[in-house]
């Protein structure tokens, strides 16, 4: 099981960014996968899911109207569209799958067993 987060970086206040996770090694076509986040010195929070069947999605208050989750099972991708982005949304995000429902059970953390390693965004004010 491989997880793979890539497009973090550098943006000012009301900027945009594109998150990617790439996934192999899995039955990617019927597992969940979700967006995590860490600011420095915080606790890991829950950003957004979405199903195995890209009919539910799930986002956490903080990000709604801004972020957007989307899947494209052929090339078994992940995507985080952020926009309007807000100081506050510095962190190293995680993508996660979950390995035993085939729609979002919600965003904890336990819930997903596989996890890729972060990629920082950084959003300056």
């Known amino acids: 099981v491989q997880l793979q987060a890539s497009g973090g970086g550098l943006v000012q206040t009301g900027g945009s960014l594109r998150l990617s996770c790439s996934a192999s090694g899995f039955p990617f076509d019927y597992t969940p996968i979700a967006w995590f986040r860490q600011a420095s010195g915080k606790e890991r929070k829950g950003v957004s899911c979405?199903?195995?069947?890209?009919?539910?999605?799930y986002y956490a208050e903080f990000v709604k109207g801004r972020f957007t989750i989307s899947r494209d099972n052929a090339k078994n991708m992940v995507y985080l569209q952020m926009n309007s982005l807000k100081p506050e949304d510095t962190a190293v995000y995680y993508c996660a799958a979950d390995m035993v429902a085939i729609d979002c059970r919600g965003l904890g953390s336990p819930d997903f067993g596989a996890w890729g390693q972060g990629t920082l965004v950084t959003v300056s004010s």
């Open positions: 979405i199903s195995s069947s890209h009919d539910s999605t």
